[in-house]
């Protein structure tokens, strides 16, 4: 080793330095604030399952002829030849940004760009995504010369597309002799604005089970695809032909939407789902805080009505939603302990209680008039099962704010609308049907016994402990060869209520019941070579075409579907929260459960991050009991939940420990836990 004068090293160390930064700086997005994680909290083989990218520059993996059959591995020298010549590159995976192509042309002509996310749609128009009457169609250029001469061409930043997995490049002319060699193609990633590593994630999940884990990571990707520069979301009203991803969402380098194509929108009943999963997967505190406070922005200061969807769209008349950004308002809170931030938006918070409590009469229940919602069927008008669910849901989580905002009064009147709420919806006389063992679609409306409501009484906690296992048996009818059919939505399976229905048999600790429906619906999709293979869909139908809604506003195609959507993203945090078990009970994770749900796994491990600190535990199956590892900042403490098994003695970090009867269920028993590192054994 050469020595070298101090001064020089301090030079070097500062050259260093500049060149580290920077180095970081251009890895995230332009114009964003660089101000996401460098590493990831939990580094392990697990990483391998990651789909992001190390760079934000990525090229295709192969290149397809124009009747998807396999052409080539990239780099693919394809030749575009006369008119309607075409090539299609496939980027293996879900991506989304600017695109930008290298070539050599002779003659004159167009070249043609289209994109699409399912392979079903590739040619000559991109598949559907501006949300007007005119399609996509696709973007063209003209090319003229003499003799072959190099060119490139890179697309607008107006023409962004957020989501895509394959890029059709074509060829028009009217001429004989025109002759394009493709060079080189690549996508200059736009997602995840702010975090100058896409793989710095704040969470992990791992198992025994691959396909599990597969569409944790898929899940966790198309929050990612999700996160997206403000400046960046789709233009409304529909352009009259093409599409515009320039408008302006709100404040923030990096806000949550609904999905990577479109609608690239603050849509705040997706925030439901997908506010708890990024938090859990990503640790993305920034991109749901955005996300969040776009929409309390934008409240309606008269009547404390939240919108629906957030700018440019800016829809209001959505009960079910209104309650989504209050619920997701909580979890935000849970996670980030965000203090500051609360206080903030406190007054607002209220407002909005106080709106969607005005419209709870003496029964206790919400009538619901603001109709709109997920795009079910069937009605949510008057006293729904899924209106009333939420009011449950909205009213306990806003209980546990008022306390954590030492207001007490405030939250013993919230628990004392939730009970009477409660009391009501249960009875026959209302929402249940006892013969069916499930809650009908309102009281008035026993036509279907709607998915959506059901699975949200399970997650919430809003039915009777003696109808918890009729309503998870119930939903589990629902079930065919490839998802959950939804009765509100007659032949559709949505991952959406899919997420709120796992959740909902894990909540009952119908473990078995929640792991086979995400193999069964999220494994159909990520095992389906004519999808992304890399994320999560938006919904799709019991035929197992991608024609989610077709008949409802959507295009008969069905290419308009998204085909990365947020709120299909519930595995994230089921996995994590209720199979690994830990869960934080008490802002930032101070407090926190630690309740494994094994399920027919022989081993699960995963963890999370919250500003607080890393927080992980990992179990495997042992011939003679459970074993348990957990990791936790020090400063927390929690409580183990097992199942009851009195012929086997728990020790932690070897010293037998004298359990209490669990108060979540007669089965479970409980010990308190300190935190920091250690190992239990259940034997
Ligand atoms: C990616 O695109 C942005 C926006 O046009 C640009 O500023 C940046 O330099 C591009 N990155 C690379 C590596 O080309
Ligand atoms: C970055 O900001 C500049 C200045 O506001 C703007 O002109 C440019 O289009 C922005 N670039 C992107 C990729 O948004
Ligand atoms: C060129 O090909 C396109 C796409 O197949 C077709 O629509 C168009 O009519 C063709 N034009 C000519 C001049 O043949
Ligand atoms: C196109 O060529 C230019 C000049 O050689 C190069 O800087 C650029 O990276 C190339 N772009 C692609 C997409 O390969
Ligand atoms: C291409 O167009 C130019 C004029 O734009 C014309 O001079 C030339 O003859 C054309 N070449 C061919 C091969 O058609
Ligand atoms: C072919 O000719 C038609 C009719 O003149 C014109 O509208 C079209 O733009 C031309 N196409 C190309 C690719 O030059
Ligand atoms: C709910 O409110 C609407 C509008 O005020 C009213 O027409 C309807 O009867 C109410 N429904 C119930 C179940 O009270
Ligand atoms: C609530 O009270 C506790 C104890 O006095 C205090 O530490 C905490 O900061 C208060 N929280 C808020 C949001 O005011
Ligand atoms: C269940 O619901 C019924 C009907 O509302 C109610 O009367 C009863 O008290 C509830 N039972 C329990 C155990 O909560
Ligand atoms: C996509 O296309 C394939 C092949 O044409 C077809 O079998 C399948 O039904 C389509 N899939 C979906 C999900 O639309
Ligand atoms: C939560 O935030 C409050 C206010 O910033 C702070 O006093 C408290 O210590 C934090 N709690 C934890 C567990 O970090
Ligand atoms: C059970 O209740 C006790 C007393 O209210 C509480 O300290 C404990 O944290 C609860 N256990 C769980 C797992 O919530």
Known sequence: MVSLPNSTRVH??????????????????????????????????????????????VSPKRAL??????????????????????????????????VSINFTAIGNGSIGLSFTEAKNFTGFVSDESNGGSTPDGALLFEVSSQSPTKGSYSTPIEKLRGGFRYLSIFTLTNSTK??????????????????????????????????LNRIWYASVYTLQSNNIPPTTGRA???????????????????????????????WAGDLGISIPSSLVGLGDLESSKNSLNILYINQNSNTGELPEVGPPISFFGSDTYHMATMIATHDYFLFSNDTEYLESIWSSYIHAMNFIISKVDNTGLLNVTGTSGWGRSASAAGYSTIGNMLMYGTLKTGASLAIWMNDSNLAKGWEHMAAKLKTTINSPSYNWDSDAGAFKNSNSDQSIFPADGNSMALSFDGANASHLTKVSDHLSNNWGPIGAMVPEMPGTISPYIESYEIKGHLKIRQTKRALDLIRLSWGWYLNNPMGTESST???YNEDGSFLYTANEGYDKAGSYPSHAHGWSTGPVDALVNYVVGLEPKSPGGATWTLAPQVGDLSFAEGGFTTPLGK???????KSNGLNLQYDTPSITSGVLCLPLDSSKRIFVDGIKQRAKPSNISRDLIEISLPGGKHTISQL
Request: aromatic content about 12%; charged content about 15%.
């Open 236 to 266: 409304w009203p529909a352009p009259d032909n093409s599409w515009s991803n320039d408008a302006n969402l709100g404040p923030g380098s990096s806000v949550l939407v609904d999905g990577a194509k479109r609608d690239r929108a603050v």
């Open 65 to 98: 002829n124009a009747d998807k059959g396999f052409h080539a591995n990239y780099p693919s020298h394809s030749q575009l030849k006369s008119n309607g010549s075409l090539a299609i590159y496939d980027f293996g995976q879900l991506v989304g940004g600017l």
């Open 178 to 211: 025109f002759e394009v060699t493709m060079e080189s193609v690549e996508v200059n990633l736009s997602f995840q604005p702010s975090w100058p590593n896409l793989r710095a994630y704040g969470g992990y999940f791992h198992s025994n089970d691959n396909l």
């Open 12 to 57: 070097i160390l500062i050259l260093w330095l500049i060149l580290g930064l920077s180095d970081f700086s251009k890895a995230c997005w332009v114009n964003s604030t660089c101000s996401g994680p460098l590493e990831p909290s939990f580094p392990g083989p697990w990483e391998k399952n990651i789909f992001s990218p190390s760079s934000r520059i």
């Open 615 to 621: 927080f992980s535990a990992a179990w495997q199956i």
């Open 537 to 539: 869909i938006e919904g």
